[in-house]
């Protein structure tokens, strides 16, 4: 198969299985499928069920329905049933996706979770610890997190996980095979990831080494995924020793998942991953978070798509790897699926680059994204941030291509009686020269329930935005420093201020269409 752009993850659960009311349709099972065809998808990966109880007709692992009669979930229910439908119509969902998805010139990969932590006998609960129990587990206190997390020291967890892989290359003849690391991402007792590592990296060249040697029978190339963390740190910590697995050639894609809650569009911590899978001959992505910390706006903007895409197609990554946007798809679903495909079309097309404020993430293996926000403004001292923009704009002035960019600063509790002196790269910014809006009862979207982590910024506040319209050829390709020089307060207010949003805004003479009143654009006539 030819290097895929444009990745689109379905977790085959919140995105189909549930979605679907019974009885089931041949059309319906192929929704997953038909909703990427004609956009700039690539490749399909669809995951295969709960973990290690699947959504298939599998012969080595638990299907959905086994061993359980009765349902008191009702999605789960919903799932059942599209199980037990697809089987009464001879097939089930990776099968049907497999050759559907083929048939249209489309890749398709299943998914495999390498790793759960449910308890013996539960719903979601796979024959190996079925049958085994703790003999597989880390075992560990009752309350531990991970007491039912497989122990990837022990060869049975192994051959588990190669059986499944066997069935889906061999039995489904899929085109290749995602290794999904990032669902409860441990794999040895911490004591034990020293060890530990050297047995991961034995047990990723085995997978290899079983895709070749099917591979060879069918005589086709069998390609192999692993998503893992973005940070290079993050996945040594739990024994997944990453650039040994593509300098092997064990792996021919990997996928870089950001683990934070919010979108940063600037990624100044993953290029590591792209360097080490460029050496290697493989392809690195980037998987993004969904929500950005905007007033404007819960899901990141087309213009923020387009300014992330850019800064990893600079950073040498082959594509984005996107999934759970949200369903069913729209327009701006659509448009996003389209454009991320290929970057260089959006070169001269306007982009959002933003910073976005620190955040807690669990589990506690993850390392704090350096972020620069929330910035507090002190008296007396000039406060710094940056923010690189990918955007060669110096060549986009020698085109007369570029309109004048827009730099917008968010502050809370911003006091307009004090002295304060704005530069960009340099670039003394006349507080005359702003446009400054403030709202003294400003929300930000609801965050939605799922996100356990914490954003370091408030989700109400008093908001103050200043934004100037920059002369193009102050913007840097690559790093450009915002100061903030604070050089009086104003005596009675003794409040914090502090700055928490960052947006440079590229723009570029776009075609637009005019503007109509009450009205997003006047229509073309025919």
């Not at 956009?39 to 399909?44: F, Y």
Request: charged share 25%; with cysteine.
């Amino acid at each position: 198969m030819d290097t895929p752009r444009l990745v689109y993850y379905n977790d085959a659960h919140h995105f189909h299985g549930k979605r679907v009311e019974p009885p089931l349709t041949m059309s319906k099972l192929r929704w997953p499928v038909d909703e990427v065809l004609g956009t700039g998808v690539d490749l399909l990966v669809m995951g295969m069920g709960y973990g290690d109880v699947y959504f298939h007709q599998s012969k080595v692992g638990r299907t959905i329905g086994e061993a359980k009669d009765v349902w008191e979930n009702y999605i789960d229910w919903r799932i059942m049933r599209m199980v037990e439908d697809a089987a009464k119509m001879g097939t089930d969902q990776i099968e049907e996706s497999v050759s559907y998805a083929r048939a249209n010139r489309l890749s398709f990969f299943p998914s495999l979770r390498l790793q759960t932590s449910n308890p013996q006998f539960t719903q979601r609960c796979g024959w190996l610890r079925w049958n085994h129990g703790l003999e597989v587990c880390f075992g560990g206190a009752e309350d531990d997190r991970y007491r039912w997390a497989y122990d990837f020291t022990n060869e049975l967890v192994h051959e588990d996980k190669l059986a499944m892989i066997r069935e889906m290359l061999d039995d489904y003849g899929a085109d290749g095979i995602e290794l999904d690391f990032m669902f409860s991402p441990a794999y040895f007792r911490p004591n034990e990831v020293e060890v530990g590592t050297p047995v991961m990296n034995e047990f990723v060249a085995r997978i290899r080494r079983e895709a070749d040697e099917i591979g060879k029978r069918q005589g086709r190339e069998i390609p192999i995924m692993a998503r893992v963390f973005h940070r290079r740190q993050d996945n040594l910590n739990i024994g997944l020793d990453v650039e040994t697995w593509l300098a092997d050639g064990s792996v021919d894609m990997v996928v870089g998942q950001v683990p934070e809650f919010l979108m940063d569009t600037v990624l100044p911590d993953g290029r590591w991953l792209a360097d080490a899978a460029n050496e290697a001959g493989a392809a690195a992505y980037i998987r993004p978070p969904r929500a950005v910390y905007d007033e404007r706006t819960l899901a990141p903007h087309i213009e923020m798509y387009r300014a992330l895409s850019r800064t990893i197609e600079s950073q040498g990554f082959t594509g984005m790897y996107l999934g759970y946007l949200p369903w069913p798809f729209d327009e701006k679903q659509y448009q996003v699926l389209r454009e991320a495909a290929l970057p260089q079309s959006m070169s001269r097309r306007n982009k959002r680059y933003v910073l976005q404020p620190r955040e807690s993430q669990a589990p506690s293996t993850v390392t704090v994204a350096p972020r620069q926000l929330p910035l507090d403004l002190v008296e007396g001292e000039t406060v710094t941030v940056t923010i690189p923009v990918a955007d060669d704009v110096s060549a986009a002035i020698d085109d007369q291509e570029v309109r004048r960019p827009i730099l917008n600063l968010r502050f809370a509790y911003f006091c307009i009686e004090d002295d304060i002196v704005f530069r960009f790269n340099g670039t003394t910014l006349p507080r005359e020269d702003a446009e400054i809006t403030d709202e003294r009862a400003m929300h930000m979207p609801r965050i939605p329930a799922y996100h356990r982590g914490e954003i370091y910024a408030p989700p109400g506040m008093s908001v103050h935005w200043f934004r100037w319209r920059l002369d193009p050829a102050v913007i840097n390709q690559g790093e450009n420093v915002i100061e903030i020089q604070c050089r009086g307060f104003e005596e009675r207010a003794a409040f914090t201020r502090s700055l928490n949003g960052v947006e440079v805004w590229v723009r570029y003479k776009e075609f637009e269409r005019p503007e109509g009143l009450e009205l997003p654009g006047i229509a073309p006539r025919s």
